[in-house]
């Protein structure tokens, strides 16, 4: 991956953090997180990953950020400055959900460990 578009992806994540932050609080969707942002080659895609922290407001919120995307790229291309500013597309990061459950599974092993240990 080419320097520039690591730093494209970058401010992207920043700047599109920030419009969350101070101009979509109405959105009543609790805590947001923008994890990450892929850019295409051609930077005419963005995909921006959110983690979404009510697990079962997550597609709920999902549609409501979708439904913004129009006013968070006008808000982005009043923020950046590239020739073009790329098409959004969210998805929903659940890469915290696979931590979560993998942790769980290990301490489940760990316990069984214990018990087995104290037999």
Same mark, same amino acid.
């Given at each position: 991956?080419?320097?520039?578009?690591?730093? !494209? =992806? &970058?401010? !992207?994540?920043?700047?599109?953090?920030?419009?969350?932050?101070?101009?979509?609080? &109405?959105?009543?969707?609790? $805590?947001?997180? !923008?994890?990450? %942002?892929?850019?295409?080659? #051609?930077?005419?895609?963005?995909?921006?990953?959110?983690?979404?922290?009510?697990? #079962?407001?997550?597609?709920?919120? $999902?549609?409501?950020?979708?439904?913004?995307?129009?006013?968070?790229?006008?808000?982005?291309?009043?923020?950046?400055?590239?020739?073009? %500013?790329?098409?959004?597309?969210?998805?929903?990061?659940?890469? $915290?959900?696979?931590?979560?459950?993998?942790?769980?599974?290990?301490?489940?092993?760990? =316990? &069984?460990?214990?018990?087995?240990?104290? &037999?």
């Amino acid at each position: 991956m080419s320097h520039r578009i690591d730093k !494209i =992806e &970058n401010l !992207i994540k920043e700047e599109i953090s920030l419009i969350f932050l101070f101009k979509l609080q &109405n959105l009543d969707s609790g $805590l947001i997180t !923008i994890t990450n %942002v892929k850019v295409s080659a #051609d930077l005419k895609i963005a995909r921006v990953y959110i983690s979404i922290f009510e697990k #079962d407001k997550r597609d709920e919120v $999902l549609e409501k950020v979708k439904s913004k995307t129009k006013f968070i790229r006008s808000e982005l291309a009043s923020r950046i400055t590239i020739k073009f %500013v790329p098409e959004l597309k969210f998805f929903l990061d659940d890469s $915290l959900d696979y931590v979560e459950k993998i942790e769980g599974l290990i301490k489940k092993i760990h =316990e &069984n460990d214990d018990k087995k240990g104290n &037999n």
